[in-house]
């Protein structure tokens, strides 16, 4: 439970500071997603195997399931802070109408 409520709260972190930079935000939310579950099923992988290997305990596997998703976190937020803005070209004067004659 507590995974979803830190998850809500960092895609709407992660859409604040994209917006806040002109961006639109539902894309950089669901690669923050994407990244929580990805680095997270990566994590449990890897303390799956290193459980298997050591005859640790099973908790250790969720411990390294919610490390991965920690790194995803930081991954969602250093990409969204590291998103030029936009920035809107200047409007110029249109050229003067050429003169016949």
Same mark, same amino acid.
């Given at each position: ?6 998850? #809500?709260? %960092?895609?709407?972190?992660? &859409?604040?500071? /994209? =917006? ?11 690669? =923050?997603? %994407?990244?929580? *579950?990805?680095?997270?099923? /990566?994590? !449990? #992988?890897? &303390?799956? #195997?290193? /459980?298997?290997?050591? &005859? ?6 969720? %411990?390294? +399931?919610?490390?991965? !998703?920690?790194?995803? $976190?930081?991954? $969602?937020?250093? #990409? $969204?802070? !590291? /998103?030029?803005?936009?920035? +809107? ?9 050429? =003169? *016949?004659?």
């Amino acid at each position: 439970m507590l995974e979803i409520l830190m998850l #809500i709260f %960092l895609t709407r972190k992660v &859409g604040e500071i /994209v =917006t806040s930079k002109g961006r639109k935000a539902g894309w950089y939310k669901f690669m =923050t997603v %994407l990244l929580w *579950f990805g680095c997270e099923v /990566v994590g !449990a #992988i890897i &303390g799956g #195997i290193i /459980v298997g290997i050591s &005859g640790g305990s099973q908790g250790f596997i969720y %411990l390294f +399931a919610l490390i991965g !998703a920690v790194f995803g $976190a930081i991954a $969602a937020c250093v #990409i $969204a802070k !590291a /998103v030029p803005p936009i920035v +809107a070209m200047p409007m110029a004067s249109p050229p003067p109408p050429p =003169t *016949f004659g």
